[in-house]
């Protein structure tokens, strides 16, 4: 809803008026303002404004009128109306070709027609217009906040936005990823996230300051499959973009938008913040339901199956299935958050951010084998209880924990992820069983073999057994007062006592290859070796004495005293 050349043109009082050039235009050539100007034009006239003019600072020169509508033509004015009788008697035929050659409207109007009536008529139906677009625009906030308190799904908002803007739009989170699509073609969705994917969208540079309008500052502007596009920030608390409206112009905008669609815009924007505001509430919700509940079942909390059951059909588990459980552990999040901040205010949203990416590809890769997961993130532990089939040996947890990190290895190559696998219990109890058979997979494997690697519970046996060994009575003496010297040696000298010994008895005596593998000299290795048995009081040839060191080295490599659970 416009006024446009002809509208004005229309007027009873205008009944005299000639249009001089480009007739064919007047229909669509909108009206925003309207005024008076003679010489110098400078920038005081704006886009789509009817200008009245008498011409009378131009003094009959031609070349001086010629440079006037010229400048007039250049402000991107709606007309120019011209009072003929004192000033111009004719419009030469030179003003009349530049104006057509610009498609330029120019109207010869009597002189008797005062121009304050010509003004008072235009501006009652602008006003008029205001007021009905100012209404339209209420109307477009009230439907879509009956929207948002509806509950109303994505999709439902963006159809309504686009019968109201009459053009084509998307939805997308902050990268760009679509969320809610209304009249784009399947072409222009797969060309959209081809852009994505080229990083052409979202827009990041700066726009041009040639509106001061602050939402419309906010606007940038870029071309998909040939035809404009208008990017509009959903803004979130933090007045950082959170998402993106993006709308197509129609090729008749001239790539502009009316007042109208920027109320609309707006409106929308709000609109859609306030959506992702509720789902983010919704979601971090059931999170923390879900978090709660997975932390309760590994470890064994609830006071029934019957209370953990409800809870888990709350959540979408079905707990009548077997399960087998595996322990996480991220190596190194401190360091790469104290690398890559990347604007996070905190390690705490840092890192739960970096655990939902896990859990995502902890999702994606049980539904890859169409398997049912239940996942969760407590105590520093990445907590999953994956579905274990009939007939189902160790390759069904493997190629599951192959697929997750081999698509992390993608998406998150520098964080390190070490595993603890557990063994499948049978009945309600099996699941704090198997957590807890995982998390001791978890820390054997991680003092055995450092972080980044796995551990299956069922591989731990004889280090379980050295640990309990190491909890009878008098055993952790002997272990202290056999490894101390040792210990206090090598922090000391810095000469490794401990790994010396743990190769040699790899090697089973061999010092030959003893000596290659800690790449030492052979009277070097000899003199170490008779230091521990120095320190120690034992012979290295006494299989006795072999046994005792072994045993004492490898119970205190584990750490005994951190495995009271075992």
Not at 14 to 30: F, H, I, M, S, Y
Not at 167 to 181: E, K, V, Y
Not at 540 to 565: H, K, Q, S, W
């Amino acid at each position: 809803m416009q006024l446009t050349v002809q509208d004005v043109l229309d007027y009873e009082l205008l009944e005299g008026a000639v249009v001089r050039t480009a007739k064919e235009r007047a229909n669509a050539q909108p009206v925003h303002w309207v005024s008076v100007m003679e010489m110098p034009v400078e920038n005081f006239v704006r886009r789509n404004e009817l200008v009245l003019t008498t011409a009378m600072g131009c003094n009959n020169d031609l070349e001086i009128f010629q440079g006037f509508v010229q400048d007039i033509i250049d402000s991107g004015a709606a007309a120019l109306m011209i009072a003929m009788g004192r000033h111009v008697y004719e419009i030469p035929k030179e003003i009349a070709q530049l104006a057509e050659e610009n498609e330029f409207l120019l109207v010869e109007l009597p002189w008797e027609l005062r121009f304050s009536t010509v003004i008072e008529e235009v501006m009652i139906d602008l006003n008029d217009l205001h007021r009905q677009e100012r209404q339209r625009s209420e109307q477009v906030q009230q439907d879509l906040l009956k929207l948002i308190l509806a509950d109303a799904e994505l999709e439902k908002i963006a159809a309504y936005i686009r019968r109201e803007l009459d053009s084509a739009l998307l939805i997308t989170d902050a990268h760009g990823t679509m969320q809610a699509a209304a009249g784009f073609s399947r072409a222009k969705l797969e060309e959209w996230d081809q852009q994505v994917g080229k990083g052409v969208f979202p827009i990041h540079r700066a726009a041009p300051k040639e509106n001061r309008d602050p939402m419309i500052q906010k606007f940038r502007s870029g071309e998909l499959g040939g035809q404009k596009i208008i990017q509009v920030p959903v803004l979130q608390v933090s007045e950082e973009a959170q998402g993106y409206l993006f709308v197509e112009l129609p090729e008749t905008a001239d790539g502009r938008l009316d007042v109208f669609s920027v109320h609309v815009l707006e409106h929308a924007a709000t609109t859609i913040s306030l959506w992702r505001s509720r789902q983010n509430a919704v979601e971090e919700t059931k999170a923390a339901l879900r978090m709660d509940f997975v932390r309760e079942l590994a470890n064994g909390e609830f006071a029934s199956k019957e209370q953990a059951a409800s809870r888990a059909r709350a959540l979408g588990y079905d707990l009548e299935l077997s399960y087998i459980s595996l322990a996480g552990s991220p190596e190194n999040f401190r360091e790469l958050f104290e690398r890559k901040k990347n604007g996070y205010s905190s390690f705490t949203e840092w890192s739960k951010s970096m655990v939902a990416y896990i859990e995502e590809e902890v999702h994606y890769a049980a539904h890859a084998m169409k398997r049912a997961v239940i996942t969760g993130y407590a105590d520093g532990y990445l907590i999953i209880f994956l579905e274990k089939p009939l007939e189902s040996g160790q390759e069904n947890q493997i190629n599951f924990l192959d697929l997750i990190e081999r698509r992390l290895g993608n998406l998150l190559p520098e964080v390190v992820l070490s595993w603890g696998i557990g063994d499948h219990a049978e009945g309600f109890d099996g699941f704090s069983d198997s957590f807890r058979h995982a998390k001791t997979a978890l820390d054997i494997g991680r003092k055995k073999k450092g972080p980044g690697h796995r551990m299956d519970y069922r591989d731990t046996r004889a280090d379980r057994l050295l640990l309990q060994l190491a909890k009878t009575e008098g055993m952790l003496d002997i272990i202290q007062s056999t490894i101390q010297p040792l210990a206090g040696y090598d922090q000391q000298r810095q000469m490794d006592l401990i790994g010396t010994f743990s190769a040699y008895n790899h090697y089973q005596g061999n010092v030959s290859q003893t000596a290659r593998a800690l790449n030492l000299h052979r009277q070097s290795l000899l003199y170490r070796l008779r230091k521990i048995e120095s320190l120690t009081g034992l012979s290295l040839i006494d299989p006795d004495d072999l046994f005792l060191l072994e045993l004492c080295v490898r119970t205190y490599r584990m750490g005994a005293a951190e495995y009271d659970n075992i």
